[in-house]
């Protein structure tokens, strides 16, 4: 897609850069929004750091229709909006102070198309890829490793099943090929690892590990023992890109990325004014404990969940994916239901910016699954290497229902954890679009050994038992 339909992808899905949910009516947000515009087609949005004083506060804040990020700092949350949002938060009873103030493009004029970096216009702000950038990079890999790598296009994205544009969903097979491996077959003789990234299209790092992820493994084979042991024992599962009309509307900033973090899905609604943000948040849609903790029904929500469980082509292509990859080994269905210690498997979903590793449920931190022991403590251990906390998402974050991993263990029992990529350093790289420069310099050195240490781990996933569990259940 060229960078003239990114801008026009941008415009006529009518998205606010970035939502700044308050308790006010539509009308009354869209009278306080001239406050917040300036004239050049930019809007000030705030980044406010709330203390909080108990659990309730979290879901107070997600039920009030709030931008709540993904970071918490002690008991302090951070909402994101635009100066009127000050307002609504001490109204609730919170203290807000300002943490962060940014000038984005607004929703309704075309944003300045990024500074083309190359022939194929590939990149944006520095160095990021776009979701065309990433998918030439997948045939590029397999073309030139077909020993290594095979790509599968495994469904469409809504705007592409809608005859509007959009893309193709695209996934990469790594490993040292053997007769059978990468087949769309759960009786897979190697263990599979999957990675995914970008279902939150602003989380915009988390596509740029998954690129350096598949680097590593077709450049280490042969050269790096570890990546080689793991390539000639492990199918490595890659979706770079797991939302992918979201990630245009992100690019099509170009130096200033809009803040995109749902799908592109307008039928509930082609325009949310100032009072949010267009699309279905593919995190809240999945089909376990759907409608549950830390989901919306509001259309213009940053958290709307959708109108069904699993409505978005998006998420239900990769369930699909997912369904054809893995057994389904947890035969039971109670929350409290184990998966067999013996099941293969990993798969990390990853986010940013909390600086944390979460496992099932993070639904609801009051329920455990059955396989709880175990997940603490391989999500101790990538808490260990990575230096981010570890814990149920409740227990440390919030609760959020529908998710990516709660699914594949709910329905699958494969064994399933989030990595929040954050600056847990403070080395100047946090928030949702951090200088290119922090993914060669700073991320990059963080995440691989935990990437290989998940990998490695997908034999026997649930027999993992000596991480360091330093997760908040064991402190409770």
Known sequence: MSRKSLAALAAGATVVALAAMSPLSPSAAARSAPQAERGDGERTVVVYRVPTHDRSDAQKLISSGYDLVERRQGDDLFVM??????????????????AETMKKPLPHKPPTAAPTTGVNADTYYGGYHTVDGHYAHLDQVAAQHPDMATVVTYGQSWLRQNGRGGHDLKAICVTKMKQGDCRLSPDATKPRFFLMSQIHAREIT???????????????????????????????????????????????????????????????????????????????????????????????????????????????????????????????????????????????????DASMVLLPWEADHSLHTGNDAAL?????????????????????????????????????????????????????????????????????????????????????????????????????
């Not at 909006?81 to 001490?90: M, N, V």
């Not at 130096?255 to 325009?271: F, T």
């Not at 060669?440 to 034999?459: M, N, R």
């Open 81 to 98: 909006g635009d100066p009127s949002t000050a307002a609504g938060l001490r109204r609730l009873g919170f203290a807000p102070t300002v």
């Open 206 to 352: 988390t596509g740029e590990v998954s690129w350096r992820w598949i680097d590593t493994l077709v450049g280490g084979y042969g050269k790096d023992p570890d990546v080689t042991a793991l390539m000639d024992s492990t199918e490595m599962w890659v979706v770079p890109i797991t939302n992918p009309d979201g990630v245009d509307i992100v690019a099509s900033g170009g130096d200033n990325p809009i803040l995109q973090r749902k799908n592109a899905d307008d039928a509930q609604g082609s325009s949310c004014g100032w009072t949010g943000q267009t699309g279905v948040d593919l995190n809240r849609n999945a089909g376990t404990h759907w409608g549950g903790l830390g989901t919306s029904t509001q259309p213009c929500s940053e958290i709307y969940l959708g109108p069904a469980a699993d409505s978005e082509p998006e998420n239900s292509a990769l369930e699909g994916l997912w369904r054809k990859l893995y057994p389904a080994v947890r035969t039971g269905t109670g929350d409290s239901d184990p998966a067999p210690a013996t099941a293969k498997g990993l798969m990390i979903s990853l986010h940013s």
């Open 376 to 476: 603490r403590a391989l999500a101790g251990k990538l808490g260990s290497i990575t230096g981010y906390q570890s814990g149920q998402a409740g227990e440390i974050l919030y609760d959020a229902s529908g998710g990516s991993d709660d699914w594949t263990y709910d329905k699958l029992g494969l064994a399933s954890l989030t990595i929040e990529i954050g600056d847990s350093d403070g080395r100047g790289c946090s928030g949702f679009t951090p200088a290119f420069s922090c993914q060669d310099s700073y991320f990059w050195p963080k995440l691989k050994p935990a990437l290989v240490y998940a990998a490695q781990q997908a034999a026997a996933p649930y027999r993992t038992t000596d991480g360091d569990d330093d997760s908040a259940h064991a402190r409770h």
